[in-house]
Protein backbone atom coordinates (compact mmCIF):
# COMPACT_ATOMS: atom_id res chain seq x y z
CA UNK A 1 0.00 0.00 0.00
CA UNK A 2 2.72 2.34 0.64
CA UNK A 3 4.36 1.49 -2.35
CA UNK A 4 1.29 2.51 -4.29
CA UNK A 5 0.54 5.63 -2.76
CA UNK A 6 4.37 6.42 -3.32
CA UNK A 7 3.90 6.16 -7.05
CA UNK A 8 0.40 7.83 -6.91
CA UNK A 9 2.38 11.13 -4.83
CA UNK A 10 5.01 10.84 -7.62
CA UNK A 11 2.14 11.24 -10.18
CA UNK A 12 0.61 13.68 -8.58
CA UNK A 13 4.05 15.89 -8.25
CA UNK A 14 5.03 15.56 -11.89
CA UNK A 15 1.33 16.83 -12.84
CA UNK A 16 2.14 20.11 -11.21
CA UNK A 17 5.73 20.04 -12.30
CA UNK A 18 5.66 19.43 -15.80
CA UNK A 19 4.08 18.68 -19.11
CA UNK A 20 2.25 21.29 -21.34
CA UNK A 21 -0.94 23.04 -19.94
CA UNK A 22 -3.35 24.86 -21.50
CA UNK A 23 -4.27 28.49 -22.81
CA UNK A 24 -7.70 27.33 -22.24
CA UNK A 25 -6.75 27.21 -18.24
CA UNK A 26 -8.57 30.45 -16.41
CA UNK A 27 -7.41 32.89 -14.40
CA UNK A 28 -6.30 31.39 -10.86
CA UNK A 29 -5.26 27.71 -12.47
CA UNK A 30 -2.36 26.01 -10.89
CA UNK A 31 -1.09 25.48 -13.73
CA UNK A 32 0.53 28.02 -16.34
CA UNK A 33 -0.07 28.07 -19.86
CA UNK A 34 2.90 26.39 -21.64
CA UNK A 35 3.46 24.00 -25.27
CA UNK A 36 5.40 21.33 -26.25
CA UNK A 37 6.40 18.77 -28.86
CA UNK A 38 7.33 15.43 -29.06
CA UNK A 39 8.29 12.78 -31.13
CA UNK A 40 8.09 8.80 -30.84
CA UNK A 41 10.12 6.43 -33.26
CA UNK A 42 11.45 3.09 -33.85
CA UNK A 43 14.50 1.76 -35.41
CA UNK A 44 13.53 -1.71 -36.88
CA UNK A 45 17.61 -2.41 -37.76
CA UNK A 46 17.98 -2.27 -33.67
CA UNK A 47 14.81 -2.60 -31.94
CA UNK A 48 15.10 0.27 -30.10
CA UNK A 49 12.00 2.65 -29.32
CA UNK A 50 11.75 5.84 -28.21
CA UNK A 51 10.69 9.47 -27.41
CA UNK A 52 11.71 12.99 -27.31
CA UNK A 53 10.41 16.06 -26.13
CA UNK A 54 11.43 19.73 -25.75
CA UNK A 55 9.21 22.66 -23.80
CA UNK A 56 8.59 25.82 -22.30
CA UNK A 57 8.18 24.86 -18.66
CA UNK A 58 10.84 23.37 -16.22
CA UNK A 59 12.12 19.91 -16.47
CA UNK A 60 9.10 18.52 -19.10
CA UNK A 61 11.06 14.98 -19.22
CA UNK A 62 9.34 14.06 -15.72
CA UNK A 63 5.97 14.10 -16.68
CA UNK A 64 5.62 13.75 -20.08
CA UNK A 65 8.11 10.94 -21.50
CA UNK A 66 7.60 7.36 -20.44
CA UNK A 67 9.15 3.95 -21.85
CA UNK A 68 9.20 0.02 -21.01
CA UNK A 69 12.14 -2.29 -22.81
CA UNK A 70 9.84 -5.10 -24.71
CA UNK A 71 6.56 -3.12 -24.28
CA UNK A 72 6.60 0.56 -26.48
CA UNK A 73 6.57 4.59 -25.44
CA UNK A 74 4.20 7.21 -24.70
CA UNK A 75 4.26 10.87 -24.82
CA UNK A 76 1.34 12.40 -23.14
CA UNK A 77 1.15 16.28 -22.96
CA UNK A 78 -1.17 19.24 -23.82
CA UNK A 79 -4.05 19.29 -21.00
CA UNK A 80 -1.98 16.79 -19.42
CA UNK A 81 -2.74 13.88 -17.35
CA UNK A 82 0.27 12.51 -16.41
CA UNK A 83 -1.26 8.74 -15.63
CA UNK A 84 -1.52 8.59 -19.12
CA UNK A 85 1.75 7.51 -20.17
CA UNK A 86 1.41 4.32 -16.92
CA UNK A 87 -1.09 3.75 -18.38
CA UNK A 88 -0.51 3.14 -21.72
CA UNK A 89 2.02 1.12 -20.79
CA UNK A 90 -0.01 -1.32 -18.96
CA UNK A 91 -2.12 -1.51 -21.85
CA UNK A 92 0.52 -2.34 -24.37
CA UNK A 93 2.05 -4.82 -21.94
CA UNK A 94 -1.61 -6.76 -22.02
CA UNK A 95 -1.64 -6.94 -25.35
CA UNK A 96 -3.58 -3.97 -26.78
CA UNK A 97 -2.14 -2.02 -30.33
CA UNK A 98 -1.40 1.11 -29.73
CA UNK A 99 -4.96 2.42 -31.42
CA UNK A 100 -7.16 0.21 -29.32
CA UNK A 101 -4.85 1.95 -26.06
CA UNK A 102 -5.52 5.44 -27.20
CA UNK A 103 -9.37 4.71 -27.31
CA UNK A 104 -9.09 2.80 -24.61
CA UNK A 105 -7.25 5.75 -21.99
CA UNK A 106 -9.86 8.39 -23.35
CA UNK A 107 -12.92 6.02 -22.63
CA UNK A 108 -11.49 5.81 -19.16
CA UNK A 109 -10.64 9.56 -18.58
CA UNK A 110 -13.40 10.36 -15.89
CA UNK A 111 -13.10 14.07 -16.84
CA UNK A 112 -12.37 15.29 -13.13
CA UNK A 113 -11.91 19.16 -14.17
CA UNK A 114 -14.30 19.56 -17.28
CA UNK A 115 -14.30 23.57 -16.50
CA UNK A 116 -10.45 24.68 -16.46
CA UNK A 117 -8.28 20.70 -17.49
CA UNK A 118 -10.76 19.21 -19.97
CA UNK A 119 -9.90 15.91 -21.59
CA UNK A 120 -11.07 17.40 -24.71
CA UNK A 121 -7.77 18.99 -24.74
CA UNK A 122 -5.33 15.95 -23.77
CA UNK A 123 -2.91 15.24 -26.35
CA UNK A 124 -0.95 11.62 -26.23
CA UNK A 125 0.93 9.27 -28.64
CA UNK A 126 1.73 5.27 -27.59
CA UNK A 127 3.86 3.82 -29.53
CA UNK A 128 4.65 0.02 -29.15
CA UNK A 129 7.73 -2.04 -29.46
CA UNK A 130 7.31 -3.23 -33.06
CA UNK A 131 7.35 0.29 -34.06
CA UNK A 132 3.35 0.82 -34.42
CA UNK A 133 1.98 4.19 -33.37
CA UNK A 134 -1.37 6.03 -32.33
CA UNK A 135 -1.53 9.65 -31.72
CA UNK A 136 -4.68 11.55 -30.51
CA UNK A 137 -5.03 15.61 -30.55
CA UNK A 138 -8.14 16.84 -28.40
CA UNK A 139 -10.25 19.35 -29.94
CA UNK A 140 -9.79 21.42 -26.99
CA UNK A 141 -5.86 21.14 -26.92
CA UNK A 142 -4.38 24.77 -27.56
CA UNK A 143 -3.67 26.54 -30.50
CA UNK A 144 -1.71 25.49 -32.70
CA UNK A 145 -2.35 21.71 -31.52
CA UNK A 146 -2.09 18.37 -33.93
CA UNK A 147 0.09 15.52 -34.66
CA UNK A 148 1.71 13.81 -37.71
CA UNK A 149 2.24 10.22 -38.34
CA UNK A 150 5.57 9.11 -40.50
CA UNK A 151 7.27 5.85 -41.01
CA UNK A 152 7.95 4.38 -37.63
CA UNK A 153 7.46 7.71 -35.68
CA UNK A 154 4.74 10.06 -35.30
CA UNK A 155 5.02 14.06 -34.44
CA UNK A 156 2.60 16.06 -31.78
CA UNK A 157 2.26 19.22 -30.31
CA UNK A 158 0.49 22.04 -28.87
CA UNK A 159 0.65 25.93 -28.44
CA UNK A 160 3.11 25.20 -31.95
CA UNK A 161 4.06 27.83 -34.98
CA UNK A 162 1.84 25.78 -36.93
CA UNK A 163 1.05 22.44 -38.91
CA UNK A 164 4.91 22.93 -39.93
CA UNK A 165 6.30 22.23 -37.03
CA UNK A 166 5.07 18.62 -36.99
CA UNK A 167 5.79 17.96 -40.49
CA UNK A 168 9.16 18.94 -40.37
CA UNK A 169 10.18 16.70 -37.36
CA UNK A 170 8.66 13.70 -38.96
CA UNK A 171 10.58 14.32 -42.36
CA UNK A 172 13.68 14.97 -40.19
CA UNK A 173 13.12 11.91 -38.57
CA UNK A 174 12.95 10.05 -41.34
CA UNK A 175 15.47 11.62 -43.25
CA UNK A 176 18.37 11.57 -41.06
CA UNK A 177 20.72 8.60 -40.51
CA UNK A 178 22.37 6.88 -37.46
CA UNK A 179 21.55 5.98 -33.99
CA UNK A 180 18.07 6.73 -33.24
CA UNK A 181 18.96 9.29 -30.76
CA UNK A 182 20.39 11.11 -33.76
CA UNK A 183 17.10 10.97 -35.07
CA UNK A 184 15.05 12.16 -32.44
CA UNK A 185 17.53 15.05 -31.51
CA UNK A 186 17.05 15.69 -35.36
CA UNK A 187 13.27 16.03 -35.39
CA UNK A 188 13.00 18.34 -32.36
CA UNK A 189 15.97 20.79 -34.29
CA UNK A 190 13.63 20.68 -37.21
CA UNK A 191 10.29 21.03 -35.19
CA UNK A 192 12.12 24.36 -33.42
CA UNK A 193 13.66 25.82 -36.83
CA UNK A 194 9.45 25.23 -38.12
CA UNK A 195 8.69 28.11 -35.15
CA UNK A 196 8.30 25.25 -32.44
CA UNK A 197 6.76 26.27 -29.35
CA UNK A 198 4.98 30.33 -29.79
CA UNK A 199 5.94 30.47 -25.45
CA UNK A 200 10.29 29.60 -26.44
CA UNK A 201 12.31 26.98 -24.80
CA UNK A 202 13.32 25.54 -21.70
CA UNK A 203 13.46 22.31 -21.00
CA UNK A 204 14.18 18.87 -23.05
CA UNK A 205 14.11 14.94 -22.60
CA UNK A 206 15.07 11.75 -23.85
CA UNK A 207 14.61 7.84 -24.04
CA UNK A 208 15.36 4.94 -25.45
CA UNK A 209 14.58 1.62 -24.78
CA UNK A 210 15.82 -1.64 -25.67
CA UNK A 211 15.83 -5.27 -23.28
CA UNK A 212 19.41 -5.32 -22.40
CA UNK A 213 20.44 -2.61 -24.27
CA UNK A 214 21.98 -0.49 -21.80
CA UNK A 215 25.06 -0.42 -20.66
CA UNK A 216 25.94 -2.86 -17.49
CA UNK A 217 23.89 -5.64 -16.50
CA UNK A 218 20.26 -5.80 -16.42
CA UNK A 219 19.71 -2.34 -17.82
CA UNK A 220 16.64 -1.61 -20.58
CA UNK A 221 17.92 2.20 -20.74
CA UNK A 222 19.89 2.60 -23.64
CA UNK A 223 19.58 6.97 -22.91
CA UNK A 224 17.77 8.82 -20.62
CA UNK A 225 18.73 12.73 -20.95
CA UNK A 226 17.43 15.60 -19.34
CA UNK A 227 17.67 19.56 -19.89
CA UNK A 228 15.71 20.59 -17.30
CA UNK A 229 16.45 24.59 -17.46
CA UNK A 230 18.41 26.04 -20.23
CA UNK A 231 18.29 29.09 -22.54
CA UNK A 232 19.12 26.53 -25.28
CA UNK A 233 17.84 23.29 -24.29
CA UNK A 234 17.48 21.52 -27.32
CA UNK A 235 21.73 22.53 -28.23
CA UNK A 236 22.59 21.23 -25.03
CA UNK A 237 20.69 17.99 -25.71
CA UNK A 238 22.50 17.53 -29.13
CA UNK A 239 25.93 18.04 -26.80
CA UNK A 240 25.12 15.32 -24.57
CA UNK A 241 23.46 13.07 -27.87
CA UNK A 242 26.10 13.06 -29.77
CA UNK A 243 28.80 11.87 -26.69
CA UNK A 244 26.14 9.34 -25.83
CA UNK A 245 25.68 7.99 -29.71
CA UNK A 246 29.38 7.81 -29.77
CA UNK A 247 30.10 5.76 -26.97
CA UNK A 248 27.32 3.31 -28.09
CA UNK A 249 28.56 2.84 -31.03
CA UNK A 250 32.32 2.26 -29.87
CA UNK A 251 30.35 -0.42 -27.73
CA UNK A 252 28.71 -1.90 -30.17
CA UNK A 253 31.80 -2.17 -32.78
CA UNK A 254 33.80 -4.31 -29.90
Keep these: MMRRFMRFAAVAF ?28 YDPATG ?19 GEAGVGVVATQAVVDVSYGPQGLALLREGYSPAEAVREIVARDPDPDPERWTKQGRQFSIMNARGEVATHTGPRASDWAGHRIGEYCSAQGNILAGPA ?40 AMLIVQEDGGVWLNNDVVLRLQVDDHDEPIAEMRRLVEIAAARIERRRNR
Design 14 to 41: AVAASGSVPVLAQEGSPWPPVGTFSIVG
Design 165 to 204: VVEDMVAAFESTEGHLSLRLQAALEAGQAAGGDTRGMQSA
Design 48 to 66: EVGVAVQSRVFSVGNGVIW
